[in-house]
């Protein structure tokens, strides 16, 4: 039952994905150039998506566990550190590059948008080479 609804969620995010045209790289690299052909709309788009999740944590969180977990599993961390804003820059230079982040990038693959065949790989190899690396550091200062 756990899968079946996860898998709707899914379904549910990436619809909204590609109605609100964020799995479209064009339209993501449009609303990037500010100084060209910009494109505001996809800031009611993650004004709206702030607006419901905060909404959404404000009336979750008065629960005292979720529904289908024995407990609420956030974020503890805190600190800004160089790693935070280090993968923050690679991150947005991605985005701003590439017109995608991973969400839309594995819902555009759906669309045979263009790129997205390049992107895709390139992120996952991103992907791999940073826990490569980082995962070797963490496990010599938790020894």
């Not at 709707?8 to 609303?31: C, D, E, H, R, T």
Request: net charge positive.
């Amino acid at each position: 039952m756990l899968v079946l609804i996860n898998f709707v969620i899914g379904l549910l995010f990436s619809v909204g994905l590609v109605i609100s045209g964020m799995s479209n790289p064009a339209k993501v690299l449009n609303f990037l150039d500010i100084a060209g052909t910009w494109d505001p709309s996809l800031a009611f788009v993650m004004a709206g998506a702030i607006a419901v999740a905060f909404t959404g944590y404000r009336l979750v969180l008065r629960r005292k566990r979720p529904l289908l977990a024995p407990a609420f599993q956030l974020p503890a961390g805190t600190d800004i550190d160089r790693r935070l804003l280090a993968g923050a820059a690679i991150f947005g230079i991605g985005w701003g590059l590439g017109g995608l982040c991973p969400g839309p990038a594995f819902t555009a693959l759906g669309l045979s948008a263009p790129g997205v065949l390049a992107f895709v790989p390139a992120m996952l190899a991103g992907i791999w080479a940073a826990r490569s690396i980082t995962m070797p550091q963490r496990a010599l200062k938790e020894a």
